[in-house]
């Protein structure tokens, strides 16, 4: 492909960072760079320029999400391609329309990962074929496709709702967020009201009966 990729991994777990080193090198003459937080991303992309961004959603402090847009800003011409723990159904719409290239599991083998690295160096969007569906059928406006009304929640929010459905402190929330506990408490407040529930109870049965509170399996292998 030319000259040698730059390959910015944002992930706080090693062996999920080595897994994705070993897996790329394999199938591509490539630099990789590691971040482990939000904050060494942005650091790591303000000052290099790279070809490509991995990016996990879930990581002590800012979320993937939440620094996606920022990520945009420094290297507006670089495709960032989520990987994460998560179910499509939970974020991937979410990293799309928020400039993200691609969306995918942590669960998927390694062939899918140079798959998707493929597809969004090449330009395009990459999705499995069933979230492909879905969107499309979201579009055209397809019959049994609905639409919560936690899509109405900003990024942050829906992290802070997700976190209460996994049974998360106010406090606990705050310090892995970073926040005061007076700020998650707004945050609650605003969840609730948007989606006209009065408890975190109600926000636990919300949660995991949109599937929002599931998470697949942790992706690890390089080959």
Known sequence: MGERLQILVVDD????RLGIQLALQHHFDARIVEAKNAQEALERARATRFDL????ITMPGRS???VL???RLAQPESPIL?????AETQFAERVLRAGGAGYIMKS???DELVSAVRKVLSGHRYVSEALGERLASIVSGGAGVTRGSHEALSAREFEVLRMIAHGKSG???AGELSLSYKTVSTYRTRILQKLNLRTNHDL???ARREGLSEEAGLWISPT
């Open 108 to 110: 998927a083998l390694a």
């Open 171 to 173: 406090k606990e929330i």
């Open 204 to 206: 636990t049965s919300y």
């Open 53 to 56: 961004i991995l990016l996990d």
């Open 13 to 16: 777990h090693a062996i999920i």
């Open 69 to 71: 847009p920022e990520l």
């Open 64 to 66: 993937g999400l939440d």
């Open 82 to 86: 989520v990987m994460t723990m998560h």
